[in-house]
């Protein structure tokens, strides 16, 4: 990520130099009276609600500043929020905003079983979906193998790699390692591939105990009962939501990592709720593809915390960047397209701008690879103590390329790993 050049401008002037570009190609005034409509469908309750509340919070922020800079090729930008809920709800919502809101863009969706519902749905219609994080699981291979107007987010083992790369750099010693994962695709997917990674690596590593509870579990105690018994040197797990300070809270109780050293492949994604009094330091904890504090030399993220924290006075998540980097690669396809054509564009033909795009974003430059398929950083660190928050932070922080992460397109990912040559 070469990012010195663009580090020396802000939000404002990141903003304002992309509007520079495209201000006098502005559209027609009879047109800048027409607002862009982005329908936006997130989790506002339940166990996903902290991920997807803080993604409809970046997606208020990025329209108030694009609209401040000028809008969209002068047009300013209205958003029309959605319930994600179950799928077959879902699916109406998607099918209100755009038969009856008629939104040029839909950005959102986390969860997979809506994902793979409104896929289909997505294509028949012809509208635009860029999702935040609902299609990374097994089986959209087969039920989307190709998407015109969908676009993806990132691989979901991609945390597990970094997770198992960090392991094997921080943690050689580790021999014998259990796992905690939620019975369902992203638990096991995650499961697999760290356990292919880090044997890639420590060939001696295997497993002694696999916890299985049903997403949304509250209770872990006879979990926790089993993962002591198999007394391993490493726990992994891949919670992501309220489930990891819920563990964690438990897991202190019992003392269960006084000696066992710990591996959150994404548990970084509810970092504010991992308070100091029960989140222990020296474990690997992961932000999936945005931590809040990863460089001080990238004034987009600064502006962009700062603001969030004054409005909402909390911290930012990684869904907050899966949502402001749609709400951007979308913004640039539009302009993108405008200035070949001299006329605002189709959803196809945004969609086609769209791949193998790259735009700044608050982690750092991201893209849609020409499969559709979204690419980015991955950050992940040691669990500290010594920071201002009553929550653990990372240090160091590690910061791992697409390259390093996800495999690539066309390719399968036990094809990758064995690609791989040992240095």
Not at 18 to 40: F, H, R, T
Not at 140 to 148: A, R, S, V, Y
Not at 355 to 383: A, H, K, W
């Amino acid at each position: 990520m070469k990012i010195a050049g663009a580090a020396a401008l802000g939000t404002g002037a990141i903003l304002a130099e992309s509007e520079k570009s495209s201000s006098s190609a502005a559209v027609p005034k009879s047109l800048q009276e027409q607002p862009v409509k982005i329908g936006v469908i997130t989790f506002k309750k339940g166990i996903a609600a902290i991920l997807g509340i803080a993604a409809w919070r970046a997606c208020q922020i990025w329209r108030d500043q694009v609209n401040a800079a000028g809008g969209i090729l002068g047009r300013k930008v209205e958003l029309h929020l959605e319930e994600e809920s179950s799928a077959k709800d879902t699916v109406e919502r998607f099918k209100k905003l755009t038969l009856s809101t008629r939104v040029d863009v839909i950005s959102g969706l986390f969860s997979n079983g809506n994902g793979q519902a409104v896929g289909p749905v997505a294509e028949q219609l012809g509208q635009l979906w860029l999702s935040h994080d609902a299609t990374t699981q097994k089986g959209l291979e087969e039920t989307m193998p190709k998407m015109e107007y969908g676009f993806r987010s990132v691989y979901n083992e991609s945390e597990a790699v970094a997770g198992a790369l960090m392991t094997a750099k921080y943690f050689p010693e580790v021999r014998t390692i259990a796992g905690i994962n939620n019975d369902y695709s992203y638990g096991r997917t995650c499961w697999e591939a760290y356990l292919t990674v880090l044997q890639y690596f420590n060939p001696g590593v295997k497993p002694v105990e696999a916890q299985w509870p049903k997403l949304g579990a509250t209770d872990f105690t006879s979990h926790i009962a089993a993962l002591k018994k198999a007394n391993p040197d490493l726990i992994m797990s891949s919670f992501w939501s309220g489930d990891t300070p819920t563990f964690l809270k438990q897991a202190a109780g019992d003392g269960l990592f006084d000696k066992i050293k710990g591996c959150f492949t994404t548990g970084g994604g509810v970092h504010y709720t991992l308070k100091k009094s029960f989140t222990p330091e020296s474990l690997i904890l992961g932000y999936n593809s945005y931590y809040f504090r990863w460089t001080d030399a990238w004034p987009l993220n600064t502006e962009f915390v700062k603001t969030y924290v004054e409005r909402f006075k909390e911290y930012p998540s990684y869904e907050s960047d899966h949502a402001y980097f749609t709400l951007q690669a979308y913004k640039a396809a539009v302009e993108k397209c405008y200035a070949i054509t001299r006329k605002w564009p189709s959803k196809k033909e945004i969609a086609s701008a769209l791949r193998g795009i790259s735009v700044p974003s608050l982690s750092g430059y991201r893209g849609y690879r020409e499969d559709n398929y979204q690419i980015c950083n991955f950050f992940m660190g040691i669990t500290t103590h010594n920071n201002p928050y009553d929550f653990v932070t990372v240090k160091p922080v590690e910061i791992f390329s697409p390259a390093q992460v996800i495999h690539p397109a066309g390719m399968k990912f036990h094809d990758w790993v064995k690609s791989w040559k040992k240095l």
